[in-house]
């Protein structure tokens, strides 16, 4: 029996979720190399067993980057560099080697970022992630990708690392960005629904450990109500995704809409809840924080608030 490959991967972006999948990817055989600005999260991932250096000299030798940053403007700075400056991860790369790209991003960005990399000869994955951190560490994540059969090759060693699941959703990049920005679009507006639901249901004197245990078994639940909630009911909002994550992405989904002249008034709505929590010093709380914004307004007291 043949071994597979083993590939030479980096994954640049060690945060909630980009340390779990290069964790997946080291634990699939692979050779890993971790980058990120916070080198407190370099040197863990070092402590663990994997590979760290200068990126610049180590692109050469890449079969696949992994780009797992926190948006548009952190994606194109790392695979071509600061504005006017170059320097960036895709210069040093192999012609037929591949960037996986996860943040979530417009499609418009992920198709000028493929015709870009294609110039000099490297393969681009427009790929979005879901899952969460759990699902990442665990190499579990659903990635929902777009671009080239040649690219879908070049990165299915560490598609099959980090994933549970892979949506193959076009031979172009835009379309894995489509998905996730209406995956988004839904992701907002239920946490959102579910932080005014449970205050609501607190004005009319129903505990709110009664509420999710109710609306859990009933047509009205989500996975994100019974995912979020539970947060709530606890006091907890120790961050497993932040406020702040949601004025990035649901700004970008209207700005997509815009192109479309499509309206998405119900999505304007959740990002001003979010706003608003983000701007009452909420922004790095776990999302279901934006309850507060609910009751404060309503003059309720939250579990855990004195």
Not at 3 to 17: H, P, W
Not at 60 to 79: F, G, Y
Not at 116 to 128: K, N
């Amino acid at each position: 029996m043949t071994r597979e490959k083993i590939n030479s991967i980096a994954v640049i972006g060690l945060g909630s979720m980009g340390y779990g999948m290069a964790q997946s990817v080291m634990r699939a055989g692979h050779e890993t190399w971790g980058f990120d600005v916070v080198q407190d999260q370099v040197q863990s991932f070092v402590a663990e067993g994997g590979k760290t250096g200068d990126l610049a000299a180590i692109a050469p030798s890449l079969d696949v980057a992994v780009i797992a940053v926190l948006n548009a403007p952190q994606t194109e700075s790392v695979l071509f560099g600061e504005a006017g400056m170059g320097g960036g991860v895709v210069a040093g790369m192999g012609a037929g080697s591949c960037v996986i790209s996860c943040a979530t991003v417009a499609p418009s960005f992920a198709r000028a970022m493929e015709a870009r990399c294609a110039e000099r000869g490297v393969l681009y994955l427009d790929a979005p992630i879901s899952g969460g951190a759990v699902k990442a560490a665990a190499g579990q994540l659903s990635i929902m990708a777009s671009g080239t059969p040649e690219s879908f090759v070049a990165a299915r060693p560490a598609l099959d690392a980090m994933a549970e699941t892979v949506f193959e959703m076009g031979d172009e990049a835009g379309p894995g960005s489509a998905i996730k920005a209406v995956n988004q679009l839904l992701g907002g507006v239920h946490i959102a629904a579910m932080a005014e639901a449970m205050t609501f249901g607190m004005t009319q004197g129903i505990e709110p450990d009664r509420i999710v245990e109710v609306i859990s078994k009933c047509a009205g639940t989500s996975w994100l109500f019974e995912n979020r909630a539970p947060h709530i009911v606890d006091g907890d909002y120790t961050p497993r995704s932040a406020v702040d994550i949601w004025p990035k992405d649901l700004g970008i989904i209207l700005d997509i809409a815009r192109e479309a002249n499509f309206s998405a008034p119900i999505t304007a709505a959740a990002l001003q809840q979010f706003l608003a929590a983000s701007g009452s010093g909420l922004g790095r709380e776990d999302d279901a924080a934006v309850a507060k914004v609910y009751a404060r307004n309503a003059n309720i007291t939250l579990p855990g608030d004195t």
